[in-house]
């Protein structure tokens, strides 16, 4: 399979010596005219906008980083700036409880005009839960009270924490416009940061250089940008994050009492944290752990592949993922073996070292989910990682292997994972990897029907779904049955009964249902009209944006959609209009449809093929897609007339 170039629109701002004119960490006091205002600033119809926000990144002498963050939102709709309504800050706490962040100051108000003036109101309570994604996070959770249309919200916090070397990452994009937003960092010269800018805004104002702050010497990056419009979330796009402007600055060294240090700075230094660290590397030295685990019969199939294949359905039987995400275990592997349940690491490490016990060259491949937002190769960092997944290398082949998931398979893993790139870490090297689904995934949509004499059709639908598709079907089925037939009923707005889903002895994944509907048909004199793709045909697509493309096209899978209808008339009854077989595609055959008609006698058979042949495209596709799905749903608008002889 070939990829495609995906081109981001990133720079590292390293320390060089400029400044522009303006006041960096001056908040501005809110007038009358701010809660009176009515109209957005940026954009009409904008449910909210940010008149001010500061994210202020400070580190002391004593290793201590704060966050100071100022927020101002004016709400024009509250209806429909509910996102904003409540606000939550996440709190760290190490595993072992020795350090943690803590929440020093909050403040936070509704401002409304009233009589004549200004309404401030006060937030008076707020609560605390653990994260249900990581239970090393608290939230404190805290909502705007009396905000109604014209209100102006705003809070101030300051964390404090031991963890200088975890930076929060800062969006400057959002889905609201902002009238401005800064970013402030500023460290002691005894620790060197990289500040890693991403995306296609560029500051209005920019500040970085050397300043004698806080009692001594500091390295200062300041950046600020005004009238930043709403970040429209763009279709076909795995996480719209990765495309917005954001900042993060990571630490890379340490210059303290003439002994420097490098933190972080390769991908080789991410190996050796993780080989050292008692939560990764020593989890995969207790292989005496695993020695008796596997059953004979596995331990005896001699062909490499197949014996990895069937550990897999062993730890997939065997074991439950607890739904948490981390690159390094929680509670251990031994714990994992015997309450039978853990997180994704103590999951997938378990299956890398039975893999090993049986003399399977497995090795772990650490990554960061989709959700977790792209890995940046030229940026190593292990805080950038939360999954892991198992490596099998054979020959010249690396198999990817993923035990989360009870119906994954050998290359087939969950599209969590599927994020580009990932890192083998053997005992001796890391080793970049395209984390890709390598085949070609297929969705077959089939209809056998007959036109009965009274204008109403019976038949019998299928959809069947294959590869990768199949498993992210079995994997939704599975999670909740009903939940997912529902959405057939919500689909189609015709009666059908028989419903049946389940998987075929080939892996590939179907729901059927048999259906009699009078709505499919316009009978016009003696002849009777109807589209012969039934109810599949595409009376419209997603491919409609206006605005010019920002990201890549991404499919988890290339694929090809299948569509196949077949009609049967009554006995006396003849096809008229029959539409014409066509087919076409890109220049360089990379997307391509075909329409084609078959008859024989009074069976009419239409099938469409519909081919993606890769998984991501560069944004200059987009028109491309939009072009030919123009003309998917033109040739999918025919009709075809049926007449009595």
């Known amino acids: 399979m070939k990829i495609k ?11 060089s010596f400029f400044a522009q004119k303006h006041e960096f960490l001056n908040e501005p006091k809110l007038t009358v005219e701010d809660v009176q205002n009515m109209t957005p600033s940026i954009k009409a119809d904008a449910p909210a906008e940010i008149l001010y926000r500061s994210y202020h990144y400070r580190i002391d002498y004593n290793g201590f980083m704060y966050s100071d963050v100022i927020s101002r939102i004016k709400i024009y709709d509250k209806d429909k700036a509910g996102d ?31 009589d004549g003036k200004i309404k401030e109101t006060k937030v008076e309570k707020d609560s605390k839960f653990k994260s249900t994604e990581d239970k090393n996070y608290t939230i404190t959770k805290f909502a705007f009270p009396d905000v109604k249309n014209g209100s102006v919200i705003e809070y101030h916090y300051t964390v404090e924490t031991p963890f200088y070397w975890s930076v929060p990452k800062v969006m400057i994009e959002r889905d609201i416009p902002a009238k401005y937003i800064e970013y402030v960092f500023e460290t002691p010269k005894q620790l060197g940061y990289t500040i890693n800018y991403k995306g296609s805004l560029a500051p209005t104002f920019r500040d970085v250089q050397e300043r004698n702050i806080y009692g001594g010497d500091h390295f200062s990056y300041r950046f600020a940008y005004e009238n930043v419009p709403a970040y429209k979330e763009e279709s076909f796009v795995r996480n719209n994050d990765n495309y917005k402007t954001s900042i993060k600055a990571e630490v890379n060294s340490s210059s303290i009492n003439g002994i420097f240090t490098s933190f972080t700075v390769t991908w080789e230094d991410v190996r050796k944290r993780l080989y050292k660290n008692e939560n990764f590397g020593d989890q995969l030295k207790k292989m005496s752990a695993v020695k008796n685990i596997l059953p004979a019969e596995i331990k005896t199939i001699t062909n490499n592949v197949e014996r990895a294949d069937a550990i897999l359905k062993f730890v997939q039987k065997n074991y439950k993922w607890n739904n948490d995400l981390d690159v390094v275990t929680d509670k251990g592997i031994k714990n994992l073996i015997s309450t039978k349940i853990g997180n994704s690491a103590e999951i997938n490490l378990l299956l ?12 772990p491949i650490v990554l960061a989910t989709v959700g977790k937002g792209l890995l940046r190769s030229y940026a190593p960092s292990l805080s950038s990682l939360n999954y892991v997944i198992a490596g099998v290398e054979d020959g010249k082949n690396i198999f990817l292997y993923d035990a989360t998931s009870k119906f994954s398979s050998r290359n087939t893993i969950p599209p969590r994972a599927l994020n580009y790139l990932g890192f083998l870490m053997d005992e001796k090297e890391a080793k970049e990897l395209n984390i890709i689904y390598p085949d070609n995934s297929e969705t077959d949509l089939v209809v056998d029907a ?15 779904d294959k590869k990768l598709y199949a498993m992210m079907a079995e994997e939704a089925y599975a999670d909740n049955k009903e939940d997912y037939q529902k959405e057939y009923k919500d689909r189609y707005k015709f009666p059908f009964k028989n419903i ?30 109807f589209n012969p793709l039934l109810f599949l045909y595409s009376k419209n697509h997603d491919f409609n944006q206006e605005e010019e493309r920002k990201a890549p096209l ?5 694929y090809d959609r299948i569509k196949k209808v077949s009609i049967t008339l009554p006995e006396g009854y003849v096809f008229e ?22 008859q024989e006698g009074n069976k009419l058979t239409v099938e469409t093929t519909t081919t993606i042949d ?7 596709y987009y028109l491309a897609f939009k072009q030919i799905f123009d003309n998917i749903t033109k040739m999918e608008g025919q009709v075809v007339t049926a007449v009595k002889k």
Not at 554 to 558: K, Q
Not at 614 to 620: A, G, H, T
């Open 614 to 620: 890769d998984s991501v495209f560069p944004k200059e």
């Open 577 to 598: 209009n029959v539409p014409k077989s066509k087919k076409f595609r890109t220049e360089d055959n990379s997307i391509s449809y075909l329409y084609d008609v078959t």
């Open 554 to 558: 991404e499919f988890y899978s290339s």
């Open 352 to 363: 890398v070292m039975l893999m090993k016990d049986t003399g399977i060259k497995a090795n």
């Open 500 to 529: 049946k889903s389940g998987t075929d002895e080939n892996g590939a994944f179907s729901t059927s249902f048999d259906f009699d509907s009078d709505t499919f048909v316009d009978a016009i004199g003696n002849k009777l009209v």
């Open 5 to 15: 170039l995906l081109f981001l629109s990133a720079f590292l701002c390293s320390i």
């Open 84 to 114: 904003y309504l409540n606000t939550e800050i996440s709190l760290y706490e190490a595993p072992t409880g020795s350090q943690r962040e803590k929440l020093a100051s909050l403040k936070a108000y509704t401002y409304n005009f009233v």
């Open 450 to 464: 007959k036109l009965n004499t009274d204008g109403t059709f019976s038949g019998h639908f299928s959809d069947t």
